[in-house]
């Protein structure tokens, strides 16, 4: 399968590179990436040869958020159309979360709303010490809804609450203080990094791997159904609030919503 937002290559070691690459876009999620995303877990799960998977972005930034084009659609959208889009983000984040290959997060740059919860689907996450983070959803009126169940579960819900509501930057030493984060090491030395991250795997039964993450799932908070139902209704609702409308209305106009405080 070929894709167009996204870059799926395998080495001969049985090492797949999944790549977001949209780089003039800051890798920011669109929804042929989302659905991209969708098919290349699929694709991955059903190749045998793949051992391990690293999930990282092309240029400058691992993953931005939503794409604006996006977001502008959505701001127009109705709730039906709204609830549909979250839910093929969740799905994605799903199948993302659920591979049966060991994920590792290869962050080099940004990683802002999406670009945090595709970060706490990995299993491990390196990051470079200049990379910064950030929740920002409630900077335009919305909530972090989708992608909660999986940072919830990355973090913990004390360490989440530092960050996830106050639409806080915060660097990649406070990222692995909060879980995100794995390892930080400088740029010249991540892909060195991943590396050693990647050894263990390959003398690894490939079929006890799968089943001792499923095992690991299995006994960490529970994302099911229901919960990814909660969220999307949650979404949809925060959408139809004035804040919401001010928020996006301000990002889009360039100027300040306004909540915020004069100086």
């Known amino acids: 399968m070929s894709f167009e937002t996204i870059a799926l290559t395998i080495d001969d070691r049985g090492v797949a590179s999944l790549s977001l690459n949209r780089p003039e876009k800051h890798n920011s999620l669109s929804a042929q990436m989302i659905n991209e995303l969708t098919a290349a877990a699929d694709q991955i799960n059903a190749d045998d040869t793949i051992r391990v998977v690293v999930l990282t972005g092309t240029g400058e930034s691992f993953c931005a958020g939503g794409d604006l084009g996006w977001m502008r659609e959505q701001f127009h959208a109705d709730r039906k159309t709204r609830m549909s889009e979250a839910r093929k983000l969740a799905m994605m984040l799903r199948a993302l979360n659920e591979l049966e290959k060991p994920l590792i997060g290869r962050v080099q740059g940004l990683a802002f709303g999406g670009g945090m919860g595709m970060m706490s689907v990995c299993d491990t996450v390196v990051a470079v010490d200049t990379a910064k983070f950030g929740l920002t959803e409630v900077r335009l009126g919305l909530i ?20 996830f509501m106050s639409a806080r930057i915060f660097g990649a030493e406070e990222a692995k203080e909060l879980d995100l984060v794995s390892k930080v090491v400088l740029a010249a030395e991540l892909d060195e990094a991943i590396e050693r991250e990647i050894k263990p795997y390959l003398g690894a039964a490939p079929a006890a791997v799968a089943a001792s993450k499923a095992l690991a799932r299995s006994l960490g908070p529970i994302i099911s159904d229901d919960v990814i139902d909660d969220t999307i209704q949650q979404l949809a609702d925060t959408w139809e609030t004035p804040e919401a409308h001010e928020g996006i209305s301000a990002f889009f106009d360039k100027r300040k919503p306004n909540w915020v405080a004069a100086k």
């Open 144 to 163: 972090p809804a989708t992608i909660s169940p999986y940072v919830l579960a990355r973090m913990g819900e004390g360490k989440a609450r530092r960050v």
